[in-house]
């Protein structure tokens, strides 16, 4: 049992990139969602999903896109990678929304 | 959204109970308070949560105060691999009647051996 699989672990990217994060969870959870953690802060969700089909917006979205077409994946994608979004991702799942998520162990970004 | 408030950083003795306060003032009555907590270089794991009455697990207590507007995690031996950042978190429902985590800054936990 993986739990929740966050590929790949260090990215670097250069200004106007493009590139997809990807997230897997093998628990069969329904909700996932898509955090940004910044160096001395709290988490801010991103992007998260209440189940395959559906999506919604966080604190944060701007520059990213998600989808989920299985209940197993949530890939995060940045359209076009600007240094502002330096960052360390995590993914997270739960069985439901109102239940403890379960988290990667994240994917550290660098945009140059 | 409701906000909490926790101490920036709070020091412990090894094998000591170490009490962890959260204020939450602006609480609404279905607001849930998790707790989680990261290890360095690690992603966040849940520890409890609950909604008014005080809870236990293995991990730690949940004490949440009769007028719900503060809790404290009481982690009943700190041992060094407790050494963490703690967040104190409140669930609150979306306009699409989903629960979603507000996160805040954390209280950074250091263990003395």
């Known amino acids: 049992n993986a739990g929740v699989t966050q590929t790949p672990k260090f990215q670097v990217l250069k200004t106007g990139q493009s590139m997809t994060l990807q997230c897997a969870q093998d628990?069969?959870?329904?909700?996932m969602s898509w955090y940004r953690q910044d160096p001395g802060m709290g988490l801010r969700l991103i992007h998260y999903s209440v189940g395959a089909g559906i999506t919604d917006q966080g604190e944060v979205p701007n520059g990213y896109n998600v989808s989920r077409s299985t209940t197993e994946d949530f890939p995060l994608r940045l359209l076009s990678a600007a240094p502002s979004q330096t960052s360390v991702y995590f993914c997270?799942?739960?069985?439901?929304?109102?239940?403890?998520?379960?988290f990667g162990d994240g994917t550290r970004l660098s945009i140059l | 959204d409701a906000k909490t408030t926790q101490p920036n950083s709070m020091e412990s003795n090894e094998e000591e109970p170490v009490h962890l306060p959260c204020n939450h003032s602006?609480?609404?009555?279905?607001?849930?308070i998790h707790w989680y907590r990261q290890l360095p270089s690690q992603g966040p794991e849940y520890v409890i949560h609950?909604?008014?009455?005080?809870v236990n697990n293995r991990m730690a207590s949940l004490a949440i105060a009769e007028d719900r507007k503060s809790s404290t995690l009481i982690l009943h031996r700190a041992t060094l691999r407790d050494a963490a950042v703690y967040y104190c978190?409140?669930?609150?429902?979306?306009?699409?009647?989903?629960?979603?985590?507000?996160w805040g800054l954390g209280t950074s936990l250091a263990v003395n051996p």
């Open positions: 628990m069969n959870h329904e909700y």
């Open positions: 602006t609480i609404s009555g279905t607001d849930y």
């Open positions: 609950g909604l008014t009455s005080n």
């Open positions: 997270a799942s739960s069985f439901r929304g109102h239940q403890p998520q379960h």
């Open positions: 978190i409140l669930r609150e429902f979306d306009a699409g009647n989903n629960r979603k985590l507000i």
